[in-house]
Structures are given as C-alpha cells and as structure tokens.
Nanobody, 117 residues
Framework: QVQLLESGGGFVQPGGSLRLSCVTS????????ISWYRRAPGRERERVAR???????DYLESLKGRFTISKDIAKKTIYLQMNDLKPEDTATYYC???????????WGQGTQVTVSS
C-alpha cells in the first residue's frame, strides 16, 4: 500500500524558511517521480516542484531560487526547502507519487503553511 506522509508545515513570518518532508512507504523512489503541489484558498492547485526517479528536477518558474526539492533514498523521504517565504506562499502543500509509465497518482494528506506577519 502506497502511503505519503507530509510534515514540516507551520506558521512563519515573511522572509522565514521551512522544510517540508514527505515520507513514503510502499514505493521505491527508483521507480517514482515525486511532486510537491500546493493549493491556496480560492486558487487552483499548482505544482511547485518535481523530482523524477532519475533525479531530473523542475520547479514552478516563479519559485526558482527560493524553493529546493531533494530526496534521501535511504530515508525514503522527499524534502522541500522553502526560503524567503512570502504571504502568497500560504497554502496547503501536498506530495504526490507517480510511477513511471503509469497514470495512477498517490497523494498525501497535506501540510499547512501559513506565512504572515
């Protein structure tokens, strides 16, 4: 059974940093791409970052330079380092796993990030 568990969200002031974690189980990171998405109230869900099984990385263009995705194979965990946070980064952040050559998506329950002074 595939399970994704996000953590690391919280309340932070503008300019602060957070590191989100997505602990995976039931999958091999050698076969899955993992993406971070976010959804803010009243806005469409958007993909923030993705790391593939062969470690190709891409980001939402507007976030380049502030967010960094990485993974630890041994810990089966994907991280999202978020720096210089802005109020518009406030959202629920989700990780999603997608197996190569498959359309079946697996989602975590999300972690809330709130950026406010």
């Amino acid at each position: 059974q595939v399970q994704l568990l996000e953590s690391g969200g919280g309340f932070v002031q503008p300019g602060g940093s957070l590191r989100l974690s997505c602990v995976t189980s039931g999958i091999s990171l050698y076969n899955y791409a993992i993406s971070w998405y976010r959804r803010a109230p009243g806005r469409e869900r958007e993909r923030v970052a993705r790391i593939t099984s062969w470690n190709s990385i891409d980001y939402l263009e507007s976030l380049k330079g502030r967010f960094t995705i990485s993974k630890d194979i041994a810990k089966k965990t994907i991280y999202l380092q978020m720096n210089d946070l802005k109020p518009e980064d406030t959202a629920t952040y989700y990780c999603m796993a997608l197996r190569r050559f498959s359309s079946a998506e697996h989602w975590g329950q999300g972690t809330q990030v709130t950026v406010s002074s």
